[in-house]
Structure formats: C-alpha cells, structure tokens
C-alpha cells in the first residue's frame, strides 16, 4: 500500500486545490520544509514563495502567497494568501509587474506608497522564480 498525503490549498476566496500526492516542499519563515507521509504534527507560518508538488506523474508548482502549514502526517493544509498555478501566470505580464513596480518603488512619494510597491515587487519576483522552475521542468 502506498501511503500519500491529502493536500488542500486553501486561499479566501476558494480552494485552491485538494487532491492527494506524494510530498510536498513549502517556503516557510524559517526556510524550505518537506512534508511526507507520516510527518510529525507541525504548523509553520508560510512564507510568499513557491511549492513544489511532488506525485508519480511529476512535480507540479503553484506561487504562494504568505499563510500558515499544517499537517498532522495524514493531511496538509495551506491556508495562503494567493495561490497560482504554473498555467496561470504569463510571464510578459509578470515581467510588466516588475517593472512597473519597480518604477513604483522609486518613485514613491510616501512610505505606504513604497511598501505596496515592494509587496508587487516581491509577488513578481516569486511568480518569476515559479515560471523559472516550470520552464526548467519542460527541458
């Protein structure tokens, strides 16, 4: 008998995901963490990043943003912020993003001005890396 994980990606507006898989990689506060099957209880504050699918057919990559992990070694669940798939993000828009973000960020003319500008630099950023690991993925 193989043993697996039941996952759900749960966001505010919807889930996002829930079917079983092998593993699980998640960026939290305190870096990288694995899930298998049988993990020791634990809840961890996610951190915005990409996580890593991993099943027989393949890997699979969804960006994140920032949440909570919780797994009892049976059941993970993912409580974030924003969840998107590698087919749903378009690389010339998250390159857009970027710039105008950046463009944002050094022209800010408050400091609530400047931390919005950083946080769609930093979701630009993730989505990029999450593009990245796909298009690595394919070759």
């Known amino acids: 008998m193989t043993h697996k994980l039941n996952l759900q990606i749960i966001t505010p507006k919807k889930v996002v995901l829930e079917r079983e898989i092998d593993s699980l990689v998640a960026p ?5 963490v694995t899930i ?3 993990h020791m209880p634990l809840f961890s504050v996610l951190d915005d990043g990409v996580v890593t699918i991993k099943e027989q057919e393949g890997d699979t990559y969804l960006s994140i943003g920032g949440g909570y992990l919780e797994t009892d ?3 993970v669940h993912l409580l974030v912020s924003r969840a998107a798939g590698q087919d749903d993000i ?3 828009e998250v390159q857009e993003a970027q710039q105008e973000a950046e463009r944002r960020l050094k022209d800010a003319p408050t ?3 400047r931390h919005e500008a950083m946080l769609q630099l930093r979701r630009s950023l993730v989505d990029m890396k999450l593009i990245k690991k796909a298009k690595r993925k394919t070759h």
């Open 28 to 32: 939290t506060k305190a870096g990288e």
């Open 36 to 38: 298998l099957p049988s």
């Open 73 to 75: 070694g049976k059941k």
């Open 90 to 92: 378009d690389e010339q």
């Open 111 to 113: 400091k609530e001005a």
